[in-house]
């Protein structure tokens, strides 16, 4: 049995195959990043006509690489949910169509339950039950997982995403897009502990988040209370540190905050996932954790940490238990089942 899923929740146009066990044949990724470079963010209308022109191209590419054609897709999986509306709707639409075309079963699938489910295709095994943790642009959430089907919300961030501060820093420090990696970048030669930045409900139970307020700090280090945003960025060692402190706060409350979530739930197994899983430091600092804590640590290699279809995979264990979704399905831009 062969699945085509489509991806287009952001800024991303992917379309992946894979078999049912499930295994990945192949797993293309068109990226927009130079579209919303001078932007420092994704603009959602740029990203919606982007994937109206590649989607296709993306498609005929996946199937190519899996040597394979339509004809021998059993079932269309898409993300339907969270995202952007615009973007979301090209990716839905061309599933539904797809669908109807073959006809075939079409399988919607949640974009943040796939990030989780990223580190079971990873790993070739039963990951569940698990802490989930999504740490990405749009989101940063953890979960308790009981299967690959059974997520519970244990808290998530009460404003900006730790990959959106990443971006409005980049920005700040005269970085380029994504900020993501180009912070990571810039802090490798600087100082961590130059500036103590703060690192919000650190110290509180509550399994939340916020990075408005570390955002608002470094902005006010570079360019003091008082100064323009147009003033010019800094250079130098003194970028190079802002950029460390700034890494190293974020990276203090993810670890901090999946510590808590295993110590509360009594999980020893941690899945992480999404693009901010990318930085090698954060990486570093979850294994060290989790082997102090005892617990399993699983992470998925950098090609399923970015928005891929691959990791749409989710869609077999639906497949099994016959969810499948109606042709009128529709895009959310909130999470949602």
């Not at 600087?190 to 988040?209: C, H, T, V, Y």
């Amino acid at each position: 049995m062969l699945f085509l899923a489509l991806e287009t929740s952001c800024d991303e146009t992917a379309a992946a195959v894979f078999t049912d066990e499930p295994r990945v044949l192949s797993n293309v990724v068109s990226s927009q990043n130079e579209l919303h470079a001078r932007f420092h963010g994704v603009v959602p209308e740029i990203a919606a006509r982007a994937h109206l022109r590649n989607l296709l191209p993306v498609i005929d590419q996946a199937l190519r690489q899996a040597n394979v054609t339509l004809k021998d897709i059993g079932c269309i999986a898409v993300h339907n949910t969270p995202g952007l509306v615009g973007a979301l709707l090209i990716g839905v639409s061309a599933a539904k169509m797809l669908s109807l075309a073959l006809e075939v079963p079409l399988v919607a699938v949640n974009h943040i339950a796939s990030h989780i489910y990223a580190c079971r295709l990873a790993a070739g095994r039963d990951i569940f039950p698990c802490v989930g943790f999504v740490v990405s642009g749009g989101h940063t959430a953890l979960f308790r997982c009981e299967d690959a089907l059974t997520m519970r919300l244990l808290g998530g961030t009460r404003d900006d995403a730790a990959g959106e501060a990443f971006d409005k820093v980049a920005a700040i420090l005269g970085l380029g897009f994504p900020g993501g990696p180009a912070v990571e970048r810039e802090a490798a030669s600087g100082n961590p502990k130059a500036f103590d930045f703060p690192r919000s409900f650190l110290s509180d139970a509550r399994l939340e988040f916020s990075f408005s307020g570390l955002k608002t700090a470094v902005l006010y280090t570079v360019h003091g209370q008082d100064a323009s945003r147009a003033a010019p960025p800094p250079d130098g060692q003194l970028r190079s540190d802002v950029a460390a402190s700034f890494q190293q706060a974020v990276i203090d409350v993810l670890v901090g905050k999946c510590k808590q979530a295993l110590r509360q739930t009594g999980l020893k197994r941690l899945a992480v996932g999404g693009g901010v899983t990318a930085n090698k430091s954060l990486r570093a600092a979850l294994e060290a954790m989790a082997a102090k804590e005892g617990a399993e640590l699983f992470i998925p290699p950098l090609s399923l940490c970015t928005d891929n279809a691959a990791m749409a995979a989710l869609a077999v264990e639906k497949w099994r238990v016959g969810q499948f979704a109606p042709l009128d399905l529709d895009a959310e831009a909130n999470f949602g089942a």
